[in-house]
């Protein structure tokens, strides 16, 4: 991998005695995709706004593109592009214009940002919407013209805080694309989210987060090879509810290595799933229905903290 973009060492944020960053370690090396992946308050979007330079920190070392955002925010705030939890266009303002006017931020050309436009909007696939007004557009319309935005300025880093949250399906996979496109291209990618399946579509290495603290770090495939078995079985049980774990290990016949109960679910950590699922509809009380899926990163987080990515 290349050179690293972003370094973090002991890196804390405090807000009085609260800590929401609490002494973390992570770098991020050019032309990767790393994510930030927890639940919400675990101290994603905090980290994110110290590397955004739009928040001092409390304490550790922080380089962004080379420089310290305490004393470079400027700098470094005009080689980034941020895309917000929360989309801020001008609503009142059409398609292309909400290009041109964050364009002029950065001070480019007019003719040189006219260019950027066409080719932003081609990419975010809105040059049939250009001349609308952003009010009129959809969700996913609004979050890939925001994604647009960020780009205008050709960054050396563009950050993403949660960016596809709130969005249907559909759109959250046309924006997935988006973003793979532009990770093809070999544009660094920050980003933080509490969907394991975005992170496993789009992250090449990422942190697992809980509480401020940084508790897991690797591939997504490392991570589910490290703390998790090959495939899970879930099984849900009628009102009578689910038996107890001590009962289902019992019952395991050497076939489970772990059991979690989560919510209406029993949990059984395997790396035979079909021979499982099979055992346990065979002998003691059938569950009501049995899935067997491979070990994902929301296992990984159940595994290391007890519950699920979005408790």
């Known amino acids: 991998m290349g050179e690293a973009l972003v370094l973090a060492r002991g890196l804390e944020k405090h807000f009085g005695d609260f800590a929401a960053v609490a002494g973390i370690d992570f770098e991020v090396r050019k032309g990767e995709a790393f994510g930030f992946l927890g639940p919400n308050g675990a101290g994603k979007s905090s980290t994110m706004r110290l590397v955004g330079a739009t928040s001092t920190r409390t304490a550790g070392e922080l380089e962004v593109l080379g420089l310290d955002p305490d004393k470079h925010g400027p700098e470094i705030r005009a080689r980034l592009g941020v ?131 940084i508790i897991a770090e690797g591939s997504p495939r490392e991570l589910v090879e490290r703390y998790v078995t090959r495939e899970v079985v879930e099984l849900r049980f009628g009102a009578g509810g689910a038996p107890a774990e001590g009962a289902l290990r019992g019952r395991a016949n050497g076939l489970v290595k772990r059991v979690e109960t989560v919510a209406d679910r029993v949990l059984l950590y395997t790396d035979q799933g079909d021979v499982t699922a099979e055992h346990f509809s065979s002998s003691g009380p059938s569950p009501v229905s049995t899935l067997v899926r491979r070990g994902g990163l929301e296992d990984v987080f159940l595994t290391l903290t007890g519950r699920q990515l979005n408790d």
């Open 83 to 213: 895309v917000p939890q929360e989309d801020n266009l001008d609503l009142e303002l059409s398609v292309s214009d909400n290009l041109f006017v964050y364009g002029r931020y950065f001070g480019l050309p007019r003719k040189q940002l006219h260019k950027r436009i066409v080719e932003l909007l081609d990419f975010a696939q809105l040059a049939e919407r250009s001349r609308d007004r952003v009010d009129n557009l959809s969700g996913g319309l609004k979050r890939r013209l925001t994604i647009a935005r960020a780009l205008v300025n050709d960054p050396a880093l563009l950050l993403l805080d949660e960016p596809t949250t709130g969005l249907d399906p559909q759109a959250r996979h046309l924006l997935w694309d988006r973003l793979y496109s532009l990770k093809q291209q070999g544009v660094t990618l920050v980003l933080t989210t509490h969907y394991m399946e975005e992170a496993e579509q789009l992250c090449d290495r990422l942190v697992v987060m809980d509480k401020a603290h």
